[in-house]
């Protein structure tokens, strides 16, 4: 059973930072894209970030670059999302997701596994 775990949300004053894990289990870590998405209520899944099986592709929505980072450690199964100058229109839902192609990781529709979700919450 393929499980995704997301932790690492909270409160933040604007301007601060956050860093979201995401621990896999149940799967071949390594031979998955990894991706970051968010989900205001009555909204569309974003594409926030992605990360393909070795790294070396590391797509970033506009609205992520120059102040998110992913990154992913395969031999603890686990993918971060490193937020910094978190603005208040980053306050949402953070979910990520597994994709067995690492290809077209920024839609949704490519990933086969999603986790439940983590609160990010950030303060003006």
């Known amino acids: 059973q393929v499980q995704l775990v997301e932790s690492g949300g909270g409160l933040v004053q604007a301007g601060g930072s956050l860093r979201l894990s995401c621990a896999a289990s149940g799967l071949t870590f390594s031979r998955y894209g990894m991706g970051w998405f968010r989900q205001a209520p009555g909204k569309e899944r974003e594409f926030v970030a992605a990360?393909?099986?070795?790294?070396?592709?590391?797509p970033y929505a506009d609205s992520a670059k120059g102040r998110f980072t992913i990154s992913r450690d395969n031999a603890k199964n686990t993918m971060y999302l490193q937020m910094n100058n978190l603005k208040p229109e980053d306050t949402t839902v953070y979910y990520c997701a597994a994709a067995p192609l690492a290809r077209s990781l920024w839609i949704p529709a490519s990933y086969d596994y999603w986790g439940q979700g983590t609160q990010v919450t950030v303060s003006s």
């Open positions: 990360i393909s099986w070795r790294g070396g592709n590391t």
